[in-house]
Nanobody, 111 residues
Framework: QVQLVESGGGLVQAGGSLRLSCAAS????????MTWHRQPPGKQREWVAG???????AYAESVKGRFTISRDNAKNTVYLQMDSLKPEDTAVYYC?????WGQGTQVTVSP
């Protein structure tokens, strides 16, 4: 059974940092692009960042310069380092690979 499991969310003050992890099991994702998405309260899910199999990255304008996506293929895990967090970053964060979604992890940024 293939699973993506996010962790690392929590409550942080504005200006703080969090690192999210997405651990894959049941299949290797080293040859696949992986992405992070988020769904703010009352809004639609939106793409945040992506990393391809070679390590090339891309970011939404709203997080560029503050968030960093990375991967450790040996651990079958993708990360999202989030710095200089803002209240508008509050959302449930999901990772995605191939046709699979994680269950999400809540990130709340207080003013």
């Amino acid at each position: 059974q293939v699973q993506l499991v996010e962790s690392g969310g929590g409550l942080v003050q504005a200006g703080g940092s969090l690192r999210l992890s997405c651990a894959a099991s049941g299949s290797t994702f080293s040859g696949n692009a992986m992405t992070w998405h988020r769904q703010p309260p009352g809004k639609q899910r939106e793409w945040v960042a992506g990393i391809d199999s070679l390590g090339s990255t891309a970011y939404a304008e709203s997080v560029k310069g503050r968030f960093t996506i990375s991967r450790d293929n040996a651990k079958n895990t993708v990360y999202l380092q989030m710095d200089s967090l803002k209240p508008e970053d509050t959302a449930v964060y999901y990772c995605h690979g191939r046709t699979y979604w994680g269950q999400g992890t809540q990130v709340t940024v207080s003013p």
